[in-house]
């Protein structure tokens, strides 16, 4: 075993023991559900550390301290597979079971749901236990709705502590090109009809933003996914995750083949979705799957394990207060880049919203510049409040590229706070502890490594979830 990986293992350890300790963390169970369910996700988010999982496949090469030790603190089992469940268990995690039809039944029984399914479920939960949520059905399909709702009804019926989460289909393609959807099904209210039906407690998406040529990447429309998302949660009144793309494919004749993600791709990835006020994390795929995963095919770490175990460190950090903030916004602050000897606006998405000074005003700031120049050189700025209407904001660097090593792509911004404002307090990634960041003449500079992202709130209170 190397020493990296003891360091990574011992060090995890260490963190979530601390972590466990210091946020506001007593069981969910003692805490009494709220008499409205769509109330009962935000009770789970704030009783635990910050969500971290990965699917697991496979347990040939499922062992659970190389799991933990990669910072993840629940494991999704993806198949009732007995394996699975013993090996999680040994090694005391928490985990997430995922009813669907079809992994129980076979392909054959992709609509039923009886006695049968019902009472395999409850016996996994009798015989392993630690079973902390359902993930009720993965991409359901606008006739496959109604048939999750009645699992999500009966789980929540029968486990009422237990998180009931649902995975959305990435559609919205046709409005994320101004298009008309077929039938005049519009992703929204194809989000309607999972929180109005399935009623999850949290509702998830999966979008793997990374393609090989010819397509190449598509992070305006990540961005539009994750704004879509936020959007329908907020209405609904939920809290939400997202799968991370930690794969990469190269199937014949797939039109559609991913590559694999950088360290500074990784962390776009992250920190993106975090400025847009999701609230949990799960990576696809850590078992040996497609061309490349978060593990080997002989189950040994990839560089991808390592990159994930850094970054989830952080977020464990930041988390503590991310559990309790509520997005209230997210706009772009676009860079600049030299074409034809003239300096030129960088280009966003069709679909973002640009930053405007005085747009932070509310939150300290006045104005935000990106100090270099380049193509991506881009930020994205999320505003928050938490429950006593304190104000926070996340500011996010957007340049990355295949391969690219996250300080390989370190930008330097520059924020003009609001008159008045002499300091803000940033949320450590790296300790989890306050810092104090003083201006000089009303401004401060603020450097991140490629995808990486800060927390930071001018107000005189405390960061939510933590004892200051």
């Not at 747009?359 to 100090?371: N, P, S």
């Amino acid at each position: 075993m190397s020493k990296i990986f003891i360091w990574l293992y011992l060090s995890s350890l260490l963190l979530i023991a601390c972590l466990s300790a210091c946020v506001n963390s007593e069981p969910f169970a003692d805490k009494g559900l709220l008499d409205n369910h769509m109330k009962r996700g935000y009770q789970w988010i704030r009783s635990r550390p910050f969500t971290l999982t990965s699917l697991v496949l496979k347990h040939e090469t499922y062992d659970a301290n190389v799991y933990s030790a990669c910072n993840l603190n629940a494991a999704l089992l993806w198949k009732p597979e007995i394996e699975l469940f013993k090996e999680t268990v040994r090694a005391g995690l928490p985990w997430h079971g995922h009813a669907k039809s079809r992994r129980f039944y076979g392909n054959e029984g992709a609509d039923r749901f009886d006695e049968e399914m019902q009472s395999h479920m409850k016996q996994l939960v009798n015989d392993y236990p630690g079973c902390e949520a359902w993930l009720v059905w993965d991409e359901p399909e606008r006739e496959e709705i109604k048939l999750a709702g009645q699992i999500a009804k009966w789980v929540r019926e029968t486990w009422p502590n237990m998180l009931v989460y649902t995975d959305a289909n990435p559609g919205g393609h046709e409005e994320f090109r101004g298009e008309e959807p077929e039938n005049g099904y519009y992703y929204t209210q194809y989000l309607r009809d999972i929180t109005g039906t399935i009623k999850p407690d949290v509702l998830m998406v999966d979008f793997y933003p990374f393609f090989k040529e010819p397509w190449g990447d598509r992070i305006p429309y990540f961005r539009f996914l994750c704004e879509q998302i936020r959007n329908a949660a907020l209405e609904a009144d939920v809290p939400y995750w997202m799968f991370i793309q930690a794969y990469s494919e190269d199937t014949v004749g797939n039109t559609n083949n991913r590559r694999y993600p950088s360290e500074s791709d990784l962390r776009l990835q992250v920190f993106t979705t975090l400025a847009y006020g999701f609230t949990g994390l799960s990576y696809f795929i850590y078992s040996p799957a497609f061309e490349r995963s978060i593990l080997n095919e002989d189950g040994s770490p990839t560089r991808l394990y390592y990159d994930i175990a850094r970054v989830n460190t952080e977020v464990l950090n930041i988390g503590q207060t991310l559990r309790f903030l509520r997005s209230t916004g997210v706009q772009i602050v676009a860079g600049h880049h030299t074409a034809n000897g003239t300096m030129t606006n960088n280009k966003p998405g069709a679909h973002d919203i640009l930053w405007e000074p005085g747009a932070g005003l509310d939150y300290g700031i006045q104005h935000i510049e990106v100090t270099e120049h380049g193509p991506g050189r881009d930020a994205l700025i999320g505003f928050f409040e938490d429950d006593d209407n304190q104000n926070y904001f996340m500011l996010v660097n957007l340049w990355h590229g295949p391969g690219a090593p996250a300080s390989d792509k370190t930008t330097t911004f520059k924020i003009h706070l609001a008159p008045g404002i002499n300091q803000i307090k940033r949320l450590s990634r790296e300790t989890g502890q306050v810092d104090i960041l003083n201006a000089t003449d009303g401004v401060i500079f603020v450097t991140l490594p490629g995808g990486t992202g800060d927390l930071f709130k001018c107000n005189a209170g405390a960061f939510a979830g933590l004892s200051q």
